[in-house]
């Protein structure tokens, strides 16, 4: 279902009890609401939780912003290693909003929230800028944004550039396929050919490849939240793997270290991604997270 949020549409998956404890999902850069793994949801929602997944603005379902055309993502490359201002146009910032929105189109006071990547930056908005609707909080292989943290490795950065070889959906899976074998977990490799059907029926879902880029522009031109991130009080769950290649895991030991009372959850051989055989070990994480707002 779509719903009416800042001013845009929001494509909206809603699971689980009415009446449970609602758990809200935010993915990352230019992915749809159904990379969250349907057995995730199934073993939240066996838990008692109710469980939302979004699509954000400008990937998936959700509204396009396609009247604001298409970046150049060399130019802003170029101006954000001269420490120049990047200009983008819409922020992280109005994605959190896009966020509470759909809180209030589902008649939601607060919710447990979890944001993998890019989402655990739209988290960290959502989280100190909006505390009351925020009881618990999970950000998973994401990152305050600050310059001293390490960056992708040269590899990640070339393989996030790269085009697909045509416009049809097997180059664009063929495309896809190269990065999750740059970014994927090492130690929890996927089977090529269920990751294949995988991103092959995501692609027929929706591929929006100028709104992955404005997506992009809207993360180089947030800066860095590690002043926002220490006023978060909410309980906060810090997940990363120690094999992240696009995210490093001194990123997510910065998390823990800035945010009062965080806990972290390091994983050898995790890449970035959600390899099945983690995810109920990530939902207990969750739960145990959920009880200590409490």
Known sequence: MRVQSNGIEIEVDDQGPPGGEPVLLVMGLGMQLVAWPDALVRDLVGRGFRVLRIDNRDAGLSTQMDAAGVPSVAWAALRFAMHLPV???YGLADMAADTVGVLDALGL??????????????AQHVAARYPERVRSLTLMMTTTGARRLPQPRPAVRRALLTRPAGQDEAAIVAHLMKLWGVIGSPGFPPDPEVLRARLAATVRRAWRPAGTMRQLLAIAADGDRSALVAGIRAPTRVIH????ALVPAACGHDLVARIPG????????????????LLARFADGLAENAARAT
Do not use: N, Q, T
């Not at 006071?109 to 739209?122: D, F, K, N, P, T």
């Open 262 to 277: 965080a806990v972290g959850d390091f994983v050898a051989g995790m890449g970035h991604d959600l390899p099945d055989p």
């Open 109 to 122: 006071r607060a919710v447990h929230l979890w944001g993998a990547s890019m989402g655990g930056m739209i």
């Open 241 to 244: 793997g120690e094999a992240d």
């Open 87 to 89: 200009r983008s146009p």
